[in-house]
C-alpha cells in the first residue's frame, strides 16, 4: 500500500495526558501537513513541513502541540497535557511541490478521545 | 481564518437521481478540490481544479471552477448507493501550501 498512513487510529487518554501521532506520508512527497477535524466540521489547518522543515504554524497549534519531521520523512505530532477539548480526529495528508501535482493525499487519521 | 460556504448542508436523493452542491468563497482561490469522506475515514481526494472557468470530470462527478475564482461546483450524475458520505470542497491562495475546507455536503441516497 503506497498511501499516506497514520498510527494509532484510536486513541483514547485521561486529561493531563501526553499522546504522540505518527504520520508516514506518500514515499515521494516531500511536503506533509497536519489537519485537525471536529464533529460536523470540515479538516483545520495545523502546520505543514517541507522535506524536515516546519514552515508554517496555525494558530490553532498551542504551546502544548508539537510536531517534528526529523528525517524529512515520516512525522509526529505530540500533545502535551491532553484537554477535552483536544477531542478530534487528527489528520495527515502528504503532496509533491512539482508541476501541477498540488493535490494534497490524506491518511486514514487518529480519533483522539480525552476523557 | 477563511470561511468556505458550502451547500447544502445535506441532501437526501433517490438512486439515480442527479446531485448539485457547491461551494463559494469571499476570496479569490488559485485552486480548488474536491473530496469525499467516509465515517471514520480520512477524505479521499476526487477532483482537483487550477483554472477559471476549467470543468472537470471523474466518472460520474463533474467539478466547475468558478469564473470568478471565489466558487466551485460539484455534480453527481445518476447517484448510487456508495456515493453516500460527505463531500468536502477545500480552496488554496498559494501553490503547495494550506487549504481551507467547507463545512462538507451530508449525501445520502436511497436505494
Known amino acids: 500500500d503506497t498511501g499516506v498512513s497514520q498510527d494509532p487510529r484510536h486513541k483514547i487518554t485521561k486529561r493531563g495526558q501526553n499522546v504522540t501521532f505518527r504520520c508516514d506520508p506518500i514515499?515521494?512527497?516531500?511536503?506533509l501537513y497536519w489537519y485537525r477535524q471536529t464533529l460536523g466540521q470540515g479538516p483545520e489547518f495545523l502546520t505543514y513541513?517541507?522535506?524536515?522543515?516546519?514552515?508554517?504554524k496555525s494558530r490553532l497549534l498551542s504551546d502544548r502541540f508539537s510536531a517534528e519531521r526529523p528525517k524529512g520523512s515520516f512525522s509526529t505530532l505530540e500533545i502535551q497535557r491532553t484537554e477535552q477539548g483536544d477531542s478530534a480526529m487528527y489528520l495527515c495528508?502528504?503532496?509533491?511541490?512539482?508541476?501541477?501535482?498540488?493535490?494534497?493525499?490524506f491518511g486514514p487519521g487518529t480519533r483522539l478521545t480525552v476523557l | 481564518g477563511q470561511q468556505l460556504n458550502q451547500s447544502p448542508q445535506s441532501m437526501f436523493i433517490q438512486e439515480g437521481e442527479d446531485v448539485s452542491m457547491n461551494c463559494t468563497s469571499s476570496s479569490i482561490f488559485n485552486t480548488w478540490l474536491w473530496y469525499k469522506q467516509d465515517p471514520g475515514e480520512g477524505p479521499v481526494l476526487l477532483i482537483a481544479l487550477y483554472k477559471a472557468g476549467e470543468l472537470t470530470s471523474n466518472g460520474r462527478l463533474t467539478a466547475q471552477f468558478g469564473i470568478t475564482r471565489k466558487d466551485s461546483f460539484l455534480n453527481i450524475s445518476a447517484s448510487i448507493p456508495s456515493d453516500v458520505g460527505i463531500y468536502f470542497c477545500?480552496?488554496?491562495?498559494?501553490?503547495?501550501?494550506?487549504?481551507?475546507f467547507g463545512s462538507g455536503t451530508k449525501l445520502n441516497v436511497k436505494p
Open positions: 477545500a480552496g488554496q491562495f498559494y501553490n503547495f501550501n494550506k487549504f481551507y
Open positions: 514515499s515521494e512527497h516531500n511536503r
Open positions: 495528508a502528504s503532496s509533491l511541490t512539482s508541476g501541477r501535482q498540488n493535490e494534497q493525499f
Open positions: 513541513f517541507q522535506n524536515e522543515a516546519q514552515l508554517e
